[in-house]
């Protein structure tokens, strides 16, 4: 963050030189962030509107979209931040995540999980189905991409209540990640 302006405070009330210095503040970090905001638009605006040999194709266009996004993001948690009193600036970086947005387009493979039995423990019958988890990982085939759909049915019994059956989930190399044993393989070995 840039220094102070050269402002003699002792002209200004004393009850309000604490307000003073903090709009001098949050001034100063909001030029800051204007200014990098307006270099990235003009590093997109050359990406975009540059020499044919120089502009991007779709998938780098996108990147540089998403560059933007996370540096509004993060000027507007600064902006947040500021606004509710927090006056030491801190930077978050967000993460990139694309949890559960795998194309539609890619093939999926329906793995269903079924528990060892469906039979109620009172003892009453079989369990009927009330619902499902579903869990998505991207899975490399060489020169192939595929998601491999992970169904556990819920089973519950209709005639009493004492609960709910699921199978477990499958272990995984990465506990909740997306990449299944194949696709890290496939990183490694690359």
């Known amino acids: 963050m840039s220094a102070l302006p050269d402002i003699d405070l002792s002209a200004i009330p004393e009850d309000q030189r604490d ?8 001034t100063a970090s909001l030029k800051e962030i204007k200014k ?12 975009v509107h540059g020499k044919k040999s120089e502009k991007l194709d779709e998938d780098d266009r996108q990147l540089a979209f998403e560059d933007l996004n996370i540096a509004v993001s993060e000027a507007e ?3 947040q931040g500021q606004a509710h009193g927090d006056d030491t600036p801190k930077r978050k970086r967000v993460a990139r995540r694309n949890r559960g947005n795998l194309p539609k387009d890619l093939p999926r493979i329906e793995q269903i999980v079924e528990p060892e039995t469906l039979v ?3 003892g009453c019958g079989r369990m009927h189905k009330i619902g499902e988890d579903r869990t998505e990982r991207l899975d490399v085939v060489p020169a192939q ?4 759909v992970t169904v556990r049915p ?3 019994c209709r005639a009493c209540t004492d609960g709910v059956t699921q199978a477990p989930a499958p ?12 696709t890290i393989a496939h990183v490694l070995v690359d």
């Open 19 to 26: 307000a003073v210095a903090a709009l001098l503040r949050e």
């Open 145 to 148: 991409l595929r998601v491999v």
């Open 36 to 47: 990098r905001l307006e270099h990235l638009v003009a590093e997109l605006n050359h990406v």
């Open 120 to 122: 109620c423990p009172c």
């Open 77 to 79: 948690e600064q902006k």
């Open 154 to 156: 819920k089973y519950a």
């Open 171 to 182: 272990a995984a190399l990465i506990e909740g990640g997306l990449p299944t044993e194949g």
